[in-house]
């Protein structure tokens, strides 16, 4: 496995061209947004001479090999655009930057608590915040009236009276999640949600409790009565993004900027459509996904790579990047200016205007789920694993394969199995 040597690789700083030059790796963002990101480069490379900053956007799906082959070829960045969840494994190896000591606590207080925590471990903090996605809830208001609600459920515990009311009334289903184990962590969130503890600090499975099974057991009790759709057990979110736009899904957990392809791709659908908050456990708790900023222990540059960072993801620059991608920002001034922008725009509304009024509802959804946001889901190393094992086993649970009980506790022996290996 290409990790395990790695940090032989990682201490080692390879030859760097004569000419000072910071290399940046951003994920996915060209070519939409190199107006932004080169105008920024220009800003800091005036305040910072001597120093040319050669920015590199890479895929979505070949950061994570790219990055692990110029480590070991020693080629590679200062600063790179990645996830917690690649963050904290490449941290654990030792090949990030320790950001504790050399962020301070000024600087530090210019993020959001939970966004910041995003991107901290055993390891110490491991990447600056950056843009943020939380989620909302869109309703088709035909399926919501047919099953006799005038509002959705906001609670996971309200949601099986209402899968059975939508089923009764339309055939239809409430809503599609997704136990792929390669794909969305939404259920394991859900699990966070109703007050299940997954890892012990020792990483030895907690969720083997009663919260856990109860959680099992709701998700099994669902897919058995026929209140989900088969294939949640087989295909991932963009399933449910298409059986919502079939007119066949009551409830679409997603981010506000999927509105558009919406309207795009099922006009009527989007015109049927409400703005709702995310489904959440008792204590209004909501996820909010991060995209960090880290800078690779092989920098022979650390403090000009950090400043840079830091520059990009300053209140100022965010609310700029915020009302460009539709993301949310993790400073918490560029927060302010963004409510202030959404009042305003409130004030302004024509009524008739219902696609804008919808699109302002969505922008306050997703604030307002900010307010009680974080990352559920620990970004531990292994974590794509755990997810893997809890999800095999419910499956079994959810197919009648094994009861809830005995899922969770083949779950749990299987992962402290892996545990200790």
């Known amino acids: 496995m290409l990790l395990v040597p790695l940090i032989l690789a990682l201490q080692a700083c390879g030859a760097r ?4 030059q910071l290399e940046v790796w951003t994920l996915q963002l060209s070519p939409r947004f190199d107006p932004y990101l080169n105008g920024l480069v220009e800003q800091w490379e ?12 890479i895929p979505w799906g070949a950061v994570e090999q790219k990055l692990l082959a110029a480590v070991f070829a020693r080629t590679a960045p200062d600063v790179v655009n990645l996830n917690p969840k690649f963050a904290a494994k490449l941290a654990s190896r030792g090949g990030l930057l320790n950001l504790d000591e050399h962020v301070s606590p000024d600087e530090r207080d210019r993020y959001l608590e939970g966004a910041w925590q995003a991107s901290t471990g055993p390891m110490g903090t ?3 915040p950056w843009y943020l996605t939380s989620r909302i809830t869109l309703v088709n208001g035909e399926l919501l009236a047919a099953a006799g609600y005038r509002q959705p459920p906001t609670r996971w515990q309200d949601l099986p009276a209402f ?7 339309t055939g239809r289903h409430a809503l599609f999640v997704s136990v792929a184990p390669e794909d969305s962590a939404e259920i394991l969130e859900s699990f966070v949600q109703m007050g299940v503890q997954l890892l012990d600090e020792q990483k030895r499975a907690a969720f083997d409790t009663p919260a856990g099974r109860r959680a099992f057991a709701f998700w099994t009790d669902l897919y ?11 295909q991932g979110h963009r399933r449910a993004i298409e059986l919502y736009q079939s007119g066949d899904l009551a409830l679409l957990s997603t981010s506000a900027a999927s509105l558009n392809s919406i309207r795009t791709n099922a006009p009527a659908v989007a015109a049927r459509t409400r703005v709702a908050p995310p489904l959440t456990g008792p204590d209004g708790s909501a996820n909010v996904a991060v995209m960090n900023l880290a800078v690779l222990q092989q920098s022979d540059q650390p403090e000009e790579a950090v400043d840079f960072a830091l520059f990009l993801t300053n209140p100022a620059n965010q609310y700029d990047f915020a009302k460009a991608s539709g993301t949310l920002p993790s400073a918490a001034g560029a927060m302010v200016a963004l409510r202030q922008d959404l009042r305003q725009a409130q004030q ?4 008739e205007d219902d696609v804008t009024a919808q699109e302002l509802s969505a922008q306050a959804a997703s604030l307002d789920a900010l307010e009680n946001a974080r990352v559920l889901v620990p970004a531990d190393p292994e974590i794509k694993k755990l997810q893997a094992v809890i999800y095999n086993h419910l499956q079994q649970a959810m197919l009648g394969q094994l009861s809830p009980e005995d899922a969770v506790e083949a779950a749990a022996t299987a992962w402290n199995r892996h545990v200790q290996q």
Request: aromatic fraction near 2%; proline fraction near 10%; charge should be positive.
């Open 224 to 234: 058995r009565r026929g209140l989900l759709p088969r294939e949640v057990v087989s």
């Open 348 to 351: 302004r509304l024509n009524p």
């Open 163 to 169: 899968a059975e009311a939508v089923k009764q009334a």
């Open 46 to 57: 005036a305040r910072n001479p001597g120093i040319d900053v050669r920015r590199t956007d």
């Open 17 to 20: 061209p004569s000419a000072r």
């Open 126 to 128: 491991f990447g600056i």
